[in-house]
């Protein structure tokens, strides 16, 4: 059974620096990884899909890696704003089903 | 514009009081699931559906129900809700990638669920 971690569970920067999150996942046999941003009380939203043939996925400041064989995936966001504040999970596609992380909730401070 | 919706979005209930959450997508999506939230537990698959008529449980099916008679629809019922089903409840449609697996998932806003 596939199994999705995400570390750490919670991060706190300050505004303007780069971080990373981490998602690690146990079954190699994926299609794909989708990264979501999931604000208080509200529905998620899709930032980045990696097929599993791909490296890596960038939009605009954020950048996600992906090494199938390592089980390993990086969310890269840089100059981090207030903005970006929010939990963000992971979640790996191994067909007709996704499996979540349970997210990193981060905090940008002003 | 492109979207997922359910109704009700906040519901207070009885034990054992039917009820039904409905989900809709504008985006002649397939595939559509529903996913329960709660603290320490992230996301879990309750149920989901390949296609109209098609369905299959997820992760955590016992007491919900799911049908799919028209694509764009997919709702979730309780039949005799319990305490333990107070949660934040989520629809999610998508189209299926051309290489296999599932393309972006578009979720809705959330119903969140509290049976007394």
């Known amino acids: 059974k596939q199994e999705v971690t995400q570390i750490p569970a919670a991060l706190s920067v300050p505004e303007g620096e780069n971080l990373v999150l981490n998602c690690s996942f146990t079954?190699?046999?994926?299609?794909?990884l989708q990264w979501f941003r999931q604000d208080p009380g509200k529905g998620l939203t899709s930032l980045l899909l990696?097929?599993?043939?791909?490296r890596e996925q960038t939009s605009g400041r954020l950048n996600a890696s992906l090494d199938k064989s390592s089980g390993r995936s990086t969310l890269y966001i840089a100059a981090s704003q207030p903005g970006d504040s929010a939990t963000y999970l992971c979640?790996?596609?191994?067909?007709?089903?996704?499996?979540f992380g349970e997210g990193t909730q981060l905090t940008v401070n002003p | 514009e492109a979207q997922v919706t359910q109704n009700p979005r906040y519901l207070i209930t009885v034990t054992g009081k039917k009820l039904t959450v409905t989900c809709s997508q504008n985006?002649?999506?397939?595939?559509m699931s529903w996913y329960r939230q709660d603290p320490g537990l992230g996301l879990r698959q309750i149920y989901y559906?390949?296609?109209?008529?098609?369905?299959d449980k997820g992760d955590v099916p016992e007491g919900y129900k799911v049908s799919r008679k028209e694509k764009r629809n997919f709702p979730l019922i309780l039949e005799s809700p319990s305490p333990n089903q107070t949660s934040l409840y989520f629809c999610?449609?998508?189209?299926?990638?051309?290489?296999?697996?599932?393309?972006?998932?578009?979720f809705g806003p959330g119903t969140r669920l509290t049976v007394l």
């Open positions: 999610a449609s998508s189209l299926f990638a051309s290489g296999g697996g599932l393309n972006t998932q578009y």
């Open positions: 079954d190699s046999a994926i299609y794909n």
């Open positions: 990696i097929q599993s043939s791909q």
């Open positions: 979640a790996v596609c191994g067909g007709s089903r996704l499996t």
């Open positions: 985006m002649n999506h397939e595939y």
């Open positions: 559906s390949m296609n109209v008529e098609v369905t």
